[in-house]
């Protein structure tokens, strides 16, 4: 938990140092679904108490409901762009993984 804290606390104060960035608005969304997803994936903050049981499905609806609403939005699709990842460096399962499923051996 100590190193996602420093990963986001960082992610924020560059976003806060960057005004006028022009995809501000989709890093500050991605930036919010990464912490909830930390959250909800890190079992610590319910076994000490930190997140009472009601917290913990809440954190999960909230992360559910917000990464939901990226992807219906084109957001997922902008991020996903802006990365510019070379094909030769994406997996055969990247694209249509019903057609890869449908003709891998297994």
Known sequence: AFCDMLIFDSFQKELD???GLPCK???TKAGV????????????FSRSGALSSDA?????????????????????DTAIEAFR????LKAPICGDWLAHNA????
């Open 17 to 19: 140092n960057g005004t």
């Open 33 to 44: 679904i990464y912490g909830l997803s930390r959250i909800d994936r890190d079992s610590t």
């Open 103 to 106: 003709k891998a051996r297994l």
């Open 85 to 88: 990842v070379p094909d030769f």
């Open 56 to 76: 913990s499905w809440s954190v999960r609806r909230t992360y559910m409901e917000q990464l939901h609403r990226f992807v219906e939005s084109g957001m997922m």
């Open 25 to 27: 608005d989709l890093l």
